[in-house]
């Protein structure tokens, strides 16, 4: 069996109408699997106006807003188009890309029909309550997760540090590695604009400190402000740019006053703005892999993050950056502080960043998870035989 023979059913609960790092994964993977020949229909909430053009066919799941997240929706129960298109369709194996409901009921669907299911891991969902004033709920959140990865066959993460988490937390015992790549033709060092950097009010000899991702709590938004207000209280000079937007945009503009907001951003523009930063400060702890870490490495930028899931497996500290215990607001500034005063260190680690970054290929590590697609198919033939 090969590639071509595959017939996949992928259920995520975003697929293309919010942009994010997980979902552009998921498409790149869909259009690597399509251009080696495998049949692949992608199940997920469907909307008006979506962020960019789907990959693949993809068939609509019943959903509703998120309260309180309108911009995202949550798929609710299999419908019964939805389960005679599968029927039709007739994959030979389903891949599970969110833990909701309907990702529940695929797996539900998959294992009547004894089909093998592999999971992906994008986020570490367990470590959102913490966010939102409502830590208790974690350990029900991770024994929510650690009943549904159970029920899959298999699981991929992207990162070693978090296939580590999850076998710690009793998630799977099957557990391999779908890395993430870097577009090199939009991250580049060589897209540093100065001139893009003044129309915003950064001077030449200015170091801007970059954050960029979805402006959202659980990406550490109180950690970086919380650091940033630190050096201005140490009266180090620096700038604060921020590329992209999300709903707590406001609180950010509020606890980082003077920050730049250069707004959402992509594509070619994209690699610009990353590029005309000097610095990237990432606290994020839910991350499984740090796109946006990448994503600074490949375009010359020393990163600054927490040392965390993802980030352990990107940054090597004290080379291409640092690593800094999550929350711990004095460190973080003292490293900032270090790279704002030796331009020769920042020089130093964000080249060796971008030397790193050239060992991610999309299509390579795409064809990571067609192995284990493969292997799956092939175990559950074996047990049927």
Request: proline letters at 5%.
């Amino acid at each position: 069996m090969d590639i071509a023979d595959l017939r996949v059913a992928l259920f995520s609960g975003n697929y293309n109408y919010v942009r994010d790092g997980a979902n552009q994964a998921l498409n790149r993977l869909v259009d690597f699997l399509l251009r080696q020949g495998a049949s692949v229909r992608v199940y997920s909430p469907k909307v008006e106006d979506p962020a960019f053009e789907p990959a693949g066919e993809l068939v609509g799941l019943p959903n509703l807003p998120i309260p309180g997240r309108g911009e995202y929706r949550i798929p609710l129960a299999l419908s019964a188009s939805v389960k005679r298109d599968l029927a039709k369709f007739a994959p030979n194996l389903v891949h599970v890309a969110s833990p909701d409901i309907a990702g529940h009921r695929a797996v539900t669907w998959a294992r009547e029909r004894k089909l093998p299911i592999l999971a992906s891991v994008h986020t570490r969902f367990e470590t959102y309550p913490r966010y939102y004033n409502m830590a208790f709920l974690e350990p029900v959140a991770e024994s929510i997760l650690r009943r549904f990865y159970n029920r899959c066959d298999a699981l991929v993460a992207p990162s070693e540090s978090m296939a580590a988490v999850l076998r710690e937390q009793g998630m799977n015992e099957d557990i391999s590695i779908w890395s993430r790549g870097v577009d090199r033709d939009v991250f580049d060092p060589a897209r540093r604009d100065l001139a893009w950097r003044r129309e915003y009010g950064i001077a030449d000899e200015e170091v801007a400190i970059g954050f960029l991702g979805r402006l959202v709590m659980e990406k550490g938004l109180d950690v970086f402000s919380d650091a940033i207000a630190e050096l201005k209280k140490r009266g180090t000079a620096h700038k604060v740019l921020v590329v992209g937007e999300g709903p707590a945009r406001e609180f950010f503009a509020e606890h980082v006053p003077g920050a730049i907001f250069a707004g959402f951003q992509r594509g070619p523009a994209l690699g610009k703005a990353v590029a005309s930063m000097d610095l990237l400060l990432n606290p994020s702890v839910t991350e499984t892999f740090g796109n946006v870490t990448l994503e600074a490495m490949a375009s010359g930028i020393p990163v600054i993050a927490a040392r965390a899931t993802g980030s352990t497996s990107l940054v090597r500290d004290g080379e291409t950056g640092r690593l800094v215990e999550p929350g711990r607001i004095s460190d973080f500034a003292d490293v900032l502080e270090t790279y704002i005063a030796d331009p020769d260190l920042r020089r130093a680690h964000g080249a060796a960043g971008e030397v790193r970054s050239r060992e991610f290929s999309w299509d390579a590590i795409n064809s990571a998870v067609a192995d284990a697609y493969l292997r799956l198919v092939g175990q559950a033939a074996a047990k049927s035989a």
